[in-house]
């Protein structure tokens, strides 16, 4: 005899007789098999995420969530195949990035009307939330949170160095003390300044966006001119090069090889995202992992201007819902907007109002070493192109940091790809 395991919500039903209606889902953020259903307990992004998801799972009578399996590099190309076959996730988390390329085809659900039906009140969403979600007067989705690279920072490693003051990481103010910083911290300990991932996903490209967004300079202007040769361009990868080339940064490293580095106590400073802190904070606590005293800090303003990369995940539900599939998806948003305390102690920043004035919130670990970091969050230009935009920049920074291949001749050559990525 088979047996057959039922989510808590479908053994609901089924004992009632009911049915109970089906919810696909699609997203990204990693693997937890054992999430449970405490919002409040779980630690990662993983886990936190498909705890909430669980818990909509067990709670929203008559649903039954079935989460797909999808793989973060590839998940874009997975959702785009779905749409192109007809057969979407009822919900999916994206970008805001994306919202221009997916929204802009018709294949997303404008659902300003739904809201308020749903249980969502959009006006406790920051205005930041609200133009995440919008797209030519509409709204395409209901925002889970803004995301943004920061600076995470071994506090032992820094006061080896003698770069720690009142304790708080002494961090540098301009691309020569980035060098000069860099230098103190090997001469001291023996070990690289920053680690990142350079030579996988695109968080070299964040750090050049911030650099460039820090000269108040662009890769594109909003009438789609690619400016990315410029001296800016030339300014912001210098300032990274120069560590490669002094031998205080590998640029070899993947993302989870400068992530283990940063944990085994390698690296003063890991450029990565808001994602990490809570697991981060937890992996500190064990004795068994190198890194002890954690700090997480604001990007560095290194040029004229305060600038860091960020984004914004969403929610959003196919056009092609109707009915009671559509009503069903809804009610899974309201659930997941309902949660943003939970999903925000993954580090990420709430964006609903009252979550941001909550004690809940604030007293949240290592929150307060970050506030500037909303004030600073820059993005690129809307474009339909954003997705073949980035990988044309980590593709060629790619090939100046691995390769050899010059700056001027990467970035030339990056240019005329975007602009004809933009032309189109």
């Known amino acids: 005899m088979k047996h057959v395991l039922l989510t808590a919500a479908a053994a609901a039903t089924f004992a009632t007789g009911a049915l109970a209606q089906e919810v696909t889902l699609g997203r990204f953020?990693?693997?937890?098999?054992?999430?449970?259903?405490?919002?409040?307990?779980?630690?990662?992004?993983?886990?936190?995420?498909q705890s909430i998801i669980n818990a909509a799972d067990a709670e929203l009578d008559g649903i039954s969530i079935n989460t797909l399996p999808t793989d973060w590099g590839n998940y874009y190309d997975q959702i785009k195949a779905a749409y192109a076959g007809g057969t979407p996730p009822d919900v999916h988390v994206m970008h805001r990035h994306r919202i221009p390329e997916f929204a802009g085809l018709g294949a997303l659900a404008e659902i300003s009307g739904d809201l308020e039906a749903a249980g969502i009140d959009p006006n406790d969403w920051s205005p930041a939330a609200l133009d995440a979600v919008s797209f030519e007067g509409g709204i395409y989705g209901v925002p889970m949170d803004f995301h943004a690279n920061l600076w995470h920072v071994n506090m032992d490693v820094m006061t080896e160095a003698g770069l720690v003051e009142d304790g708080k990481p002494v961090?540098?103010?301009?691309?020569?003390?980035?060098?000069?910083?860099?230098?103190?911290?090997?001469?001291?300990?023996?070990?690289?300044?920053?680690?990142?991932?350079?030579?996988?996903?695109?968080?070299?490209?964040?750090?050049?966006?911030?650099?460039?967004?820090?000269?108040?300079?662009?890769?594109?202007?909003?009438?789609?001119?690619?400016?990315i040769n410029t001296d800016a361009g030339k300014n912001a990868v210098t300032t990274i090069t120069q560590l490669f080339d002094a031998g205080l940064a590998n640029p070899q490293l993947n993302y989870a090889d400068s992530q283990q580095a940063f944990l085994n106590g390698e690296a003063a400073i890991l450029v990565n995202g808001t994602w990490?802190?809570?697991?981060?904070?937890?992996?500190?606590?064990?004795?068994?992992?190198?890194?002890?005293?954690?700090?997480?800090?604001?990007?560095?303003?290194?040029?004229?201007?305060?600038a860091t990369w960020a984004d914004s995940h969403m929610w959003a539900i196919p056009s092609t819902l109707e009915g009671d599939d559509k009503m069903a998806a809804l009610k899974v948003l309201a659930f997941i907007n309902d949660h943003n305390i939970d999903w925000a102690r993954t580090g990420h920043m709430a964006v609903r109002k009252s979550v941001v004035e909550s004690d809940a919130y604030t007293s949240l670990p290592h929150r307060d070493e970050y506030t500037g970091t909303a004030a600073i969050a820059k993005d690129t230009p809307p474009s339909e192109r954003y997705g073949a935009i980035q990988d044309v920049l980590n593709r060629e920074l790619q090939a100046i940091w691995l390769t050899g291949k010059s700056v001027e001749d990467a970035l030339d050559d990056a240019e005329l790809e975007v602009q004809d990525l933009l032309d189109r």
């Open 29 to 49: 953020f990693g693997a937890c098999e054992d999430a449970g259903t405490d919002t409040t307990t779980s630690t990662g992004e993983a886990c936190i995420i």
């Open 171 to 227: 961090l540098p103010s301009s691309p020569e003390e980035l060098l000069a910083h860099a230098q103190q911290v090997k001469d001291a300990t023996g070990k690289d300044y920053l680690a990142a991932d350079f030579a996988q996903f695109p968080i070299g490209v964040r750090l050049v966006l911030a650099l460039m967004w820090q000269q108040n300079a662009n890769i594109f202007t909003e009438d789609g001119t690619a400016t």
């Open 276 to 306: 990490v802190v809570d697991f981060y904070t937890a992996q500190a606590a064990d004795p068994a992992v190198g890194l002890e005293n954690y700090y997480v800090a604001d990007f560095p303003t290194l040029f004229e201007t305060g």
